[in-house]
């Protein structure tokens, strides 16, 4: 299998532009997961999905941000308007079950966001 | 609110030295932790994984151990060569939401040659 697979893996924008992030996750894998990473605050889950249906967003910093997957292959992260700190490396990582199952989590390489 | 606290922030040995990574956590209400390494640049990838009902898993030089009463977990690195320089992280597995996993801020590892 090719892995989670996230694009794009890098991008610079302008502050106000809109970004899109997209993965596809693991083939077979229902639950998928949208993680940020800075040097401040580390790795954060931002919301995860089971069988398609987001169950926990809480961690959505604000309603800038808004995540979809529309099918079991496919799932994009959206900031709209896009600022500086929202620079960061955002990963999508998926997994075959639900944590409590002990299944591994898989990342994807991340796509690096720089808003200037 | 579990917090994962991973200490030291960095740390350094030269290759051949065994060592010992910390991660502690402050609600012991947990279903597994987990052990992941990330390579600059790149995604983290899964060690070990320990369920709430075990003390320890091994796997090649890693050996990893889990103290839940006390909040506690180790990744042991046996023998540590310089392509185990890495930033290390330790995850847990929320009892109250089983899929919102938590990780530590990571141990950045560098063995000197």
């Known amino acids: 299998d090719a892995g989670v697979i996230q694009s794009p893996r890098h991008e610079v924008t302008e502050m106000g532009q809109e970004v899109t992030l997209r993965c596809k996750p693991i083939s077979g894998h229902n639950s998928l997961f949208w993680y940020r990473q800075t040097m401040m605050r580390g790795l954060e889950l931002l919301i995860y999905?089971?069988?398609?249906?987001?169950?926990?967003d809480s961690g959505m910093p604000e309603d800038r941000f808004s995540a979809k997957m529309p099918n079991a292959s496919f799932s994009t992260l959206k900031i709209q308007p896009s600022e500086p700190r929202d620079s960061a490396v955002y990963f999508c990582?998926?997994?075959?079950?639900?944590?409590?199952?002990?299944?591994?989590?898989?990342f994807g390489e991340g796509s690096w966001l720089t808003v200037v | 609110k579990q917090e994962v606290t991973q200490i030291p922030a960095a740390l350094s040995v030269p290759e051949g030295e065994n060592l010992v990574l910390n991660c502690s956590f402050t609600d012991s209400a947990i279903y597994n932790l987990q052990w992941f390494r990330q390579d600059p640049g790149k995604g983290l990838t899964s060690l070990l994984l320990i369920q709430s009902s075990q003390r320890e898993q091994t796997s090649g030089r890693l050996n990893a151990s889990l103290d839940k009463s006390s909040g506690r977990s180790t990744l042991y690195i046996a023998a540590s060569q310089p392509g185990d320089s890495a930033t290390y992280l330790c995850a847990v597995a929320l009892y109250s939401s089983a899929s919102k996993i938590i990780f530590g801020s990571g141990t950045r590892l560098s063995i000197r040659p």
């Open positions: 990582a998926s997994s075959l079950a639900l944590a409590v199952f002990g299944n591994t989590i898989y």
């Open positions: 999905f089971n069988n398609n249906v987001p169950i926990d």
